[in-house]
């Protein structure tokens, strides 16, 4: 008779505790249902609600999400799942807390799908949902005991606080909709490095640390076996294996989390205005990750989705619904006799080697390959002056690379005609970019030396500045592109690898400091080919793996413009990065504004030939170039006083750890040229450039640094005035027409056109307003400069 009864009472308790199911715990006996919409556990802050997240049609999954949807009409953001991979029914499923301590999810009501495998020997046991977005499983007995909690068993997220441990691992989704574990993990590796894995249906490959570069290389330890990793609330992620970094919004309160996505990316996360904002990135070039297009395909750049997917020629997509898939061959391979080969430069794929032949000619690789029925092509690299070939019997992690790399596609002679290299290589000739999302702030500890204030700038501020990537992608009009390949192609041929030992005795030992900008030492060098150099030393960069750097580096030396400096080649080797630039007899602007010797005439040229650098860096190589520095130490003067913009492209080399003292009053030193956007942490875009130019053109007027002028009190006010409040507030209070006699600097010889001068002013006057979007492009600027009569 008892059974029965006590059956019977827990039922009716059930029943009465279900309408009003909203409370942060759950005791023994009582369960969750998914039949009950309200069904939840909420957290006693409110800020997160655990219990049945509707996945698909009548699909369920047991999860954690953030109370508050981001918006109306988005679904609320998922922290945790219990049983991704199985969804439940969404009648009479339901999550219980069994009286022996185990937590049940029972698919409408029979089998066990999840369970927390926990056992309670004796005390109360109690389910509660932590405002940290933990769900706790406690046994109280006297005090509180941990059975078993969800932050152990992370799914794709980790929220900050959360301990990343030894045998934790963040599973990506499938995609953006379908959250069953997809192909990409993060997760301690043995050797104590947290690594990134792509595990896909093939094949399956680490892609970070980068594969190329040592684990040392890369700034990591493998001595510390605590294997621990955390994101704190501030925005600061730090794991034994020595990696960290700071986000971009590091030190803001906000909401973080912290995200394998499901193409590959880790990102972290921080809601500003009621939206997920991207604040770090562990990839800025998404197709550097492996598998994202699957296998016989080819990944490019493309802002909205990151990396953009392509059949190698010769192939067709698989699954016209899923890149991962890749592209199958539409050919019967291995046909003797009867083959040839695609030629694809400037790509490289990643791995799957079956022979490695060095030092021979492009004809007896491409023997080698077509002896080889396994060799679907293979990859001809330029090293050392030397050819080497790797033979491939997969072609995966299809990328665009540096110069010295070329993809031999091995295909049937009848498809080889309809091989068309414009269509099929778009990508090979549009400047690799990245976007513009803050890029990874990895940290180097060995180079801390700074007080948390100075920690807390970096974070804020100059780490923006100094890392931010330059380069970004505007996926042009093709018919921008296919007139601007040849314009900027002959210039790569002359583009080369030095080796150290040459600019070692180019410099003469480094004897000759002509300068030093942002990312290193600039040294006077003779070539061996008599042609004069600046050779710069770029400091702290090696933390970047020799590929990357080759990339990034190829990236510049194809641009050529008249009034951008040239590059002529880089060294890499061992630690050392070094790039070899054209010799610029005159100096920087900064010097010749110094001593005061440029005409009117010639600083107009100047003002048009600085204004059409930038133009073509920011719109006609097909993407966007952002500068970044833009001040007169890195404009240079040629022999006839022509300007070269200098040092672009440059600052994402610079060492992203290095917050000594140097580097901080270094980059205040160019405060006065920065756009309130770098101030208000708001997006970076070429307008950036164009508020520094404006500042520039006031300097080259006024002949006042923008620098001085922070200390200059003005009478009436008396605070402080920047250089542009001044030159506004000259021409505002200005009553009979003089204002340009006030504001010229006088010093500068020879007269001056009144009209065109006030038409440089006005310019100058517009690339400096607050609002980005009010200043001018820059291409609109060298427009103004030509005709002045039109605006
Ligand atoms: C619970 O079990 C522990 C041993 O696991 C024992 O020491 C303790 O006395 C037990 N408490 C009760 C209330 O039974
Ligand atoms: C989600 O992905 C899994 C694994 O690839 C697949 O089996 C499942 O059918 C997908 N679900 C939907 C709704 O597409
Ligand atoms: C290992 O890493 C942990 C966590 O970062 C740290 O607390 C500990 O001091 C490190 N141990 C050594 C020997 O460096
Ligand atoms: C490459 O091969 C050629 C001819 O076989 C030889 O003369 C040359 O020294 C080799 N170069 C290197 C770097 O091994
Ligand atoms: C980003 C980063 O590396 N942050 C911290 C990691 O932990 C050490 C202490 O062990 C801090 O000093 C770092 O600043």
């Known amino acids: 008779m008892a059974i029965p009864y006590s059956f019977c009472f827990v039922h009716l308790l059930l029943i009465l505790s279900k309408p009003t199911f909203i409370s942060s715990s759950l005791t023994k ?82 089998a066990i799908v999840w369970s927390t495998e926990t056992k309670a020997t004796n005390g109360s046991l109690v389910l509660h949902l932590k405002d940290n977005g933990n769900l706790v499983l406690n046994q109280v007995n006297g005090h509180p005991y941990i059975l078993w909690q969800s932050f152990d068993h992370p799914t794709d997220t980790i929220l900050p606080g959360q301990l990343f441990k030894r045998n934790s691992q963040l599973v990506s989704s499938r995609s953006t909709t379908n959250f069953s574990s997809g192909f990409y993990k993060l997760y301690f590796e043995n050797n104590n490095v947290l690594n ?38 501030s925005g600061q992620f730090n794991s034994s294996d020595e990696f960290g970094f700071f986000v971009s919004d590091y030190g803001m309160r906000r909401q973080r989390i ?125 090293d050392n002056s030397v050819y080497n070939c790797f033979l491939k019997n997969l072609l995966y992690n299809g990328y665009q690379s540096g110069f010295e790399n070329t993809m031999y596609i091995k295909l049937p002679k009848s498809l080889l005609s309809s091989y068309n290299p414009r269509v ?35 974070g804020g501020v100059i780490g923006v500045l100094e890392i931010v990537l330059i380069l970004f992608f505007l996926y042009a009009t093709l018919k921008g592109s296919t007139t601007a390949v040849e314009s900027y192609f002959p210039i790569a041929s002359g583009f080369k690898r030095f080796t150290y030992a040459e600019l070692k005795r180019a410099t003469h030992n480094f004897r000759t400091e002509i300068g030093r900008g942002g ?28 590929a990357e ?67 073509y860096l920011h719109e006609e190589c097909l993407e966007w170039i952002l500068h970044c520095d833009v001040k007169p130490h890195n404009i240079l003067l040629d022999a006839n006083f022509d300007p070269k913009v200098a040092d672009f492209g440059l600052s994402k080399f610079f060492d ?26 708001l997006p970076i875009t070429s307008k950036v450039d164009v508020y520094s130019y404006g500042v520039v053109i006031l300097e080259m007027i006024t002949g006042k640094s923008p620098l001085q002028m922070h200390k200059v009190s003005i009478e009436n006010s008396g605070r402080d005035q920047s250089l542009v409040e001044w030159v506004r507030e ?60 039109g605006y």
């Open 519 to 546: 990312a290193g030492v600039v040294y006077k060098g003779n070539l061996s080919d008599d042609r004069v150099a600046a050779i710069k030393v770029l400091q702290e960069a090696t933390h970047q793996g020799e």
């Open 29 to 110: 006996g009582s369960s969750i249902s998914v039949d009950n919409k309200n069904d939840h556990l909420v957290s006693p802050n409110r800020l997160f609600t655990a219990g049945f997240y509707k996945v698909g049609i009548n699909a369920y999954c047991f999860s954690i999400w953030f109370t508050e949807p981001v918006s109306e009409n988005v679904n609320p953001t998922v922290v945790w799942m219990a049983n991704r991979d199985v969804p439940v029914n969404g009648k009479r499923s339901k999550l219980s807390l069994n009286g022996n301590g185990n937590l049940v999810l029972r698919d409408a009501g029979r």
């Open 656 to 681: 992203r750890g290095a917050v000594d003292d140097s580097s901080f009053s270094k980059i205040r030193g160019t405060r006065g040229y920065m756009a309130p956007e770098w101030v208000y942490n």
């Open 424 to 458: 099929a290589n778009k990508l090979a000739y549009t400047c690799p970019g990245d976007l513009i999302i803050p890029i990874s702030r990895s940290y180097d500890k060995k180079h801390e030396s700074g007080s948390l204030n100075v920690l807390l700038w970096v």
């Open 258 to 382: 912290m995200k394998v996505e499901f193409d590959g990316n880790v990102r972290v996360y921080s809601l500003v205005d009621h939206k997920w904002v991207v604040q770090w990135q562990a990839f800025s070039r998404p197709c550097k990750i492996h598998g994202v297009c699957g296998p016989n395909s080819l990944c490019t750049y493309s802002p909205q989705i990151g990396g953009e997917c392509s059949c190698v020629h010769g192939y067709k997509k698989k699954d016209p619904k899923d890149w991962s898939k890749g592209c199958e061959p539409i050919f019967k391979s291995c046909q003797k006799g009867e083959e040839g080969y695609v030629e694809i430069p400037y790509v490289e794929f990643y791995g799957y080697d079956i022979d490695y032949l060095s030092n021979k000619t492009l004809e007896s690789c491409k023997q080698a390959c077509l002896n080889d029925c396994n060799c679907k092509g293979f990859q001809l690299k330029y």
């Open 196 to 233: 990134l894995l792509y595990d896909g249906p093939e094949i399956t490959s680490v892609y970070w640390p980068d594969p190329y570069s040592k684990t040392w290389e890369a700034g990591r330890s493998t001595w510390n076996n605590s294997r621990v990793a955390k994101l704190d609330s």
């Open 730 to 789: 000259t021409i505002r209070e200005d009553n009979d027409g003089t204002w340009i006699e006030e504001i010229v600097d006088e010093r500068t010889c020879g007269g001056y056109d009144t009209r065109s001068l006030k038409n440089l002013v006005k310019i100058a006057l517009q690339c400096v307003e607050e609002d980005r979007d009010a200043r001018p492009s820059m291409s609109q600027v060298v427009n103004m400069l030509l005709n002045p009569d």
């Open 549 to 615: 750097f080759q990339a990034e580096i190829s990236t510049i030396g194809r641009l050529n413009h008249m009034n951008l400096i040239e590059t002529w080649g880089y060294c890499v080797e061992g630690k050392h990065r070094l790039v070899v630039y054209e010799y610029m007899e005159n100096g920087s602007l900064a010097k010749i504004l110094d001593s005061n010797n440029l005409d009117w005439g010639k600083k107009l040229e100047i003002a048009l030939g600085m204004a059409k650098g930038l133009a």
